[in-house]
């Protein structure tokens, strides 16, 4: 049997940072030969970060992209690593383009690869064969789909490439590599996080590698590119469904793990098949420990990756640091503690903006959670400003309570204007869905923590926060009284969400149906729902479209997060 | 030679009204039939309305377009029209879906049809075959492709059925109608307006017509929809390039033309084709008078596209009136004309919100404006507003100025709240490019009439619109005063555009450049342009993408809209 020891390269690229991209590459490398290993292997599209939209459709940076690609071997070789098996993952361009459409189309011009580099040159590539072109992707958009299967020779045993979508597909390459025998699959991916999908994708790999009686080894990038998270969690599994090796999930890691691929036969298959042999060190090395992290419990995980999408938008585009309105409410004390938790109560600013109709209760609970945290916290409050307002005006009634949550933007844009700071916005998904909401008030900021989690689950993880404190014998961050309190925007005298709103849980579940799952307004009445409520609650939905269209980017952690996940007009009827 | 009097339905649909859109369907049956029509033919998804985007992925969406689309062929007989062949577009499904991604994946459960129905019965269906995925299209992530051609013999002549993209790819459908050797070619679009799109449009289809030489009746939609303003222009061309036949823009027609085209022969074709004959009227029918519009002027062509979709956008969405700030400045007056030429000054509500650092003649201009055009109009000043909040916050400089911005948007939008009107927000674009505005501030609003415009554009078409009422015997709408003055914000003392950014005609030449023809800020400057002030305004694009996330919809009147036509990411490195 042949023994192979990967390295399996979990990294956090940014997108377009060739120069810091390929350090990170290199560094990996460095780690790994001294590991002892063969080969190490990157996440999809390393060298560029993912995903980069219509960036493939701009030449002058796939020319960066290729010249960072051709740089890496003579880099390695310089570094002493050439003889260290390396495939990354790039773009590949310009190519000619592929589609014909009307004179600006951005037609694809690129393909998403995977390159074989030792000794000094580049001795491969694989394309991408499937390109997902549903949920948040777009590649059929930007990328040209490839044709040609690939299997690396290596101290015996032939290793077949491909890229993320080729695993999910029956009938797409895994399936020839099966044809073409090869004894180990390296997959390269760019996987987001989504709440339970762990439960699709080990079972996937599982399946891909029992099937084909193939060691898989499937290596994720990690961290937030704007609204998307990437989990890691990469993972090697054997023939048998055994796992081998697997990475923490939210951060860095270089995982190392030694396999025993079948050894290479003579098989010559009917199907497109590039074939090279690539040398591998011969030196003798020790062993490694199994390294076989655990996940955490679901809320664990949902809430590391809150913090991961908040932290790299924070530091991928340079702010030193966030705002945001704490109002003692359930929403803005778990933004907080996201935040802090990302980036560290030093860096957090919390204002705290009552005005006449807002209980001292709240204030308190504002203070309290400061506190406890420890953020920046002060008190401004909007009561004069909105008098000049309302009297100017002569407002009452609806306008002017959105007068009061549109000063409240307006202070903390102020903030964030004149010391740098991220503005944040507090919204959660029931909140967005519905549009209870001030546009240009509330929803204003640069980014939305919780945008993509329902009320009943924002009260979950703040409880889950709080016994995760009191286990390490910390401080629990959120007042207890802002779990406990019933939720209200206090934009008038004795206003609770639910003089709006249907209860919390009964609203949730229906957006579970409506939006999550695109039923219609019938197939959810028949399952049992009130007529007049599920006709209330989509029509909310329906008219609520435009200032989601206007509301701030925020973690993706469903499997259907507004954004690129839903496109649906604003204009028309959707009723059905 | 068989003759044909075709009936081109050049309709604006509604998107999801399928009882409105069929009754625009049957009113046009009517029509045709009245006037000796044999066939009419509709626009793409006239049933449905385009796009649907992910409409296409909701089941009860498509059983809902699939009954109107079934119940058609009585409801034309119960009208006395079944004799008459109705070509009509519309979704088709939902069928099982074609991908196999992550588990809430939108997959494609439908395709994009057009229908055959004639006495009473649905005699036919072509499904799109080319998928356009480019640009603002997202139709393969929506449709499944049709892989079947369609010939239908009518009067002895041979028919062929397409849908819009199928036209314009080389190899595609159009190649194998030449095969079937079709005397006419039908093709139902939905392809939207965008400047000089009609010098690629008219001499795609005379090509194909001339390629062919066989009938190419192309029927458009009209109408604006979300951000994309449909512009009919349908035209029917012969096998020698003659134009037959052609829609005015903009605007709702039934074109009628007598064709001839050749008698079907007896070819028996290698490839898939659906072959079905069907009865035409026998009785003998008028003549009819030669129907071929001129297209006016580009800038009437690019007025008219503005003013459509800003109305269609008012009035499909209920709106019943507007609400805009107006400065004096150049482009809230063009906004200001633009909205009064859609739904006329009585409903159009501008205000001028001058501060300490507001001319006279800001004022003047803005009073001028409104007595030529007529709308409603009222001075609300910001001071006193804004001293609060500068006093309480102690703010000086830029988030001073913003905060200007920001009351001014705040005034709008409590008319709008107070008074139900859509309020509208100024924004060129070359300032929403370099992120020249206050995000929630003087970009708040619904719709953004010119938006797609860029400032030296937005002169012209002032002017334009100056001789074009001039030239009519009216009081030119724009003040010359607006037109001719230095543009500026007026936030500070003196203040010009110039003091912050290029002058704009070098801006929007370097625009044009780096965001719609994807140049890197190299290729730029190799062109000639100034290395510091390439990469000042590159620079200036790329970190104002998160306010354009945030900005509200208008018309795409350009070959490269911000929006869904350029999709790029807020985070990551984009130098090239």
Same mark, same amino acid.
Request: hydrophobic residues 40%; proline residues 7%; contains cysteine.
């Given at each position: 049997?042949p023994?192979?020891?990967?390295a399996?390269s979990?990294?956090?690229?940014?997108?377009?940072d060739?120069?810091?991209?390929?350090?990170k590459?290199?560094?990996?490398?460095?780690?790994a030969?001294?590991?002892g290993?063969?080969?190490l292997?990157?996440g999809e599209?390393?060298?560029s970060?993912?995903p980069?939209e219509?960036l493939?459709?701009q030449?002058?940076f796939l020319?960066?992209a290729r010249?960072?690609?051709?740089?890496?071997?003579?880099?390695?070789?310089?570094e002493?690593?050439?003889?260290?098996?390396v495939?990354?993952g790039h773009?590949d361009?310009p190519?000619?383009?592929r589609?014909?459409g009307?004179?600006?189309?951005?037609?694809?011009?690129?393909?998403?690869?995977a390159?074989?580099?030792?000794g000094?040159?580049?001795?491969?590539?694989?394309?991408?064969?499937?390109l997902?072109?549903y949920?948040?992707?777009?590649?059929y958009?930007?990328?040209?789909?490839?044709?040609?299967?690939?299997v690396?020779?290596?101290?015996?045993a032939?290793?077949?490439?491909?890229?993320?979508?080729?695993?999910?597909?029956?009938?797409?390459?895994?399936g020839?590599v099966?044809e073409a025998d090869?004894?180990?699959?390296?997959?390269?991916?760019?996987?987001?996080?989504e709440?339970d999908?762990?439960e699709v994708?080990?079972?996937?790999?599982?399946?891909?590698?029992?099937?084909?009686?193939?060691?898989?080894?499937?290596v994720?990038?990690?961290?937030g590119?704007?609204?998307?998270?990437?989990d890691?969690?990469?993972?090697?599994?054997d023939?048998?469904?055994?796992i081998?090796a697997?990475?923490?999930?939210?951060?860095?890691?270089?995982?190392?793990v030694? *396999?025993?691929? #079948?050894p !290479?036969? =003579?098989?010559?298959? /009917?199907?497109? &098949?590039?074939r090279?042999t690539?040398?591998?060190r011969?030196?003798e090395?020790g062993?490694?420990?199994r390294?076989v992290?655990?996940?955490?419990?679901?809320?664990?995980q949902?809430?590391?990756?809150?913090?991961?999408?908040?932290r790299?938008?924070?530091?991928?585009?340079?702010?030193p640091?966030?705002?945001?309105?704490?109002s003692?409410?359930?929403?803005?004390s *778990?933004?907080? #503690?996201? !935040?802090? =938790?990302?980036?560290? /109560?030093?860096? &957090?600013?919390g204002?705290?903006?009552?005005?006449?109709y807002?209980?001292?209760?709240?204030?308190d609970?504002?203070?309290?959670l400061?506190e406890?945290?420890?953020?920046?916290?002060w008190?401004e409050?909007?009561?004069d400003?909105?008098?000049?307002i309302?009297?100017q005006l002569?407002?009452?009634?609806v306008?002017?309570?959105n007068?009061?949550?549109?000063?409240?933007?307006l202070?903390?844009?102020a903030?964030?204007?004149?010391n740098?700071?991220?503005a944040?916005?507090?919204?959660?998904?029931?909140?967005v869905?519905?549009?209870?909401?001030?546009?240009?008030?509330?929803?204003?900021?640069g980014?939305?923590?919780?945008?993509?989690?329902?009320?009943?689950?924002?009260?979950?993880?703040?409880?889950?926060r709080n016994?995760?404190a009191?286990e390490r014998?910390?401080?629990?961050?959120?007042?207890?009284?802002?779990?406990?309190?019933p939720p209200?925007a206090?934009?008038?005298?004795?206003?609770?969400?639910q003089d709006?709103?249907?209860?919390?849980?009964?609203?949730?579940?229906?957006?579970?149906?409506?939006?999550?799952?695109?039923?219609?307004?019938?197939d959810?009445?028949?399952?049992?729902?009130?007529?007049?409520?599920?006709?209330?609650?989509?029509?909310?939905?329906d008219?609520?479209?435009?200032?989601?269209r206007?509301g701030a980017?925020?973690?993706?952690v469903?499997?259907?997060?507004?954004?690129r996940?839903?496109r649906?007009p604003?204009?028309?009827?959707?009723?059905?």
């Amino acid at each position: 049997m042949p023994r192979l020891r990967l390295a399996l390269s979990q990294a956090n690229p940014l997108v377009g940072d060739f120069a810091g991209n390929t350090e990170k590459i290199l560094a990996a490398a460095h780690a790994a030969w001294d590991a002892g290993a063969d080969l190490l292997l990157t996440g999809e599209m390393a060298i560029s970060g993912y995903p980069i939209e219509d960036l493939a459709a701009q030449p002058s940076f796939l020319r960066a992209a290729r010249a960072a690609v051709d740089a890496l071997p003579a880099r390695l070789v310089a570094e002493g690593l050439g003889d260290l098996v390396v495939v990354v993952g790039h773009p590949d361009g310009p190519f000619e383009p592929r589609l014909l459409g009307s004179s600006n189309a951005p037609t694809a011009i690129a393909q998403n690869c995977a390159s074989v580099i030792q000794g000094g040159e580049i001795r491969a590539r694989y394309a991408k064969h499937h390109l997902p072109n549903y949920a948040v992707f777009d590649e059929y958009r930007t990328f040209i789909p490839g044709d040609e299967l690939l299997v690396v020779r290596i101290k015996g045993a032939d290793v077949a490439v491909i890229v993320c979508e080729d695993l999910w597909r029956d009938g797409g390459p895994v399936g020839r590599v099966l044809e073409a025998d090869a004894g180990l699959l390296l997959v390269l991916n760019a996987s987001p996080y989504e709440r339970d999908k762990d439960e699709v994708r080990l079972p996937l790999v599982t399946r891909r590698a029992v099937e084909t009686d193939t060691i898989v080894a499937y290596v994720n990038i990690v961290g937030g590119q704007d609204d998307l998270v990437f989990d890691g969690d990469s993972v090697v599994v054997d023939g048998s469904g055994t796992i081998l090796a697997r990475a923490p999930q939210f951060r860095e890691h270089l995982l190392l793990v030694d *396999v025993d691929p #079948a050894p !290479a036969g =003579d098989q010559v298959v /009917p199907v497109a &098949v590039q074939r090279v042999t690539v040398e591998a060190r011969s030196d003798e090395v020790g062993p490694i420990a199994r390294d076989v992290a655990e996940l955490p419990d679901d809320r664990e995980q949902l809430w590391n990756a809150l913090v991961l999408g908040l932290r790299d938008y924070v530091q991928k585009n340079g702010f030193p640091s966030v705002v945001l309105g704490v109002s003692g409410g359930i929403d803005s004390s *778990v933004c907080a #503690a996201i !935040a802090a =938790d990302a980036i560290g /109560p030093a860096n &957090v600013y919390g204002i705290s903006m009552p005005s006449r109709y807002s209980s001292e209760g709240s204030v308190d609970d504002a203070a309290d959670l400061a506190e406890r945290i420890g953020f920046h916290y002060w008190v401004e409050p909007i009561g004069d400003i909105v008098d000049v307002i309302e009297k100017q005006l002569g407002l009452e009634g609806v306008p002017a309570e959105n007068v009061q949550a549109r000063v409240r933007g307006l202070l903390w844009m102020a903030e964030s204007n004149r010391n740098g700071h991220l503005a944040l916005t507090n919204g959660n998904k029931t909140e967005v869905s519905v549009g209870y909401s001030t546009i240009y008030g509330d929803t204003a900021g640069g980014f939305a923590p919780i945008k993509d989690v329902p009320k009943t689950l924002v009260w979950e993880l703040a409880k889950w926060r709080n016994e995760f404190a009191i286990e390490r014998g910390e401080t629990p961050p959120i007042p207890e009284n802002s779990i406990q309190k019933p939720p209200s925007a206090e934009l008038r005298p004795d206003q609770t969400d639910q003089d709006t709103l249907p209860p919390y849980p009964l609203l949730d579940a229906i957006l579970e149906l409506y939006v999550t799952r695109r039923l219609g307004r019938e197939d959810i009445i028949a399952e049992g729902y009130d007529r007049a409520t599920v006709e209330f609650v989509a029509k909310l939905v329906d008219r609520s479209e435009w200032k989601r269209r206007q509301g701030a980017i925020g973690p993706k952690v469903s499997g259907m997060a507004f954004g690129r996940d839903r496109r649906l007009p604003i204009t028309g009827r959707t009723a059905g």
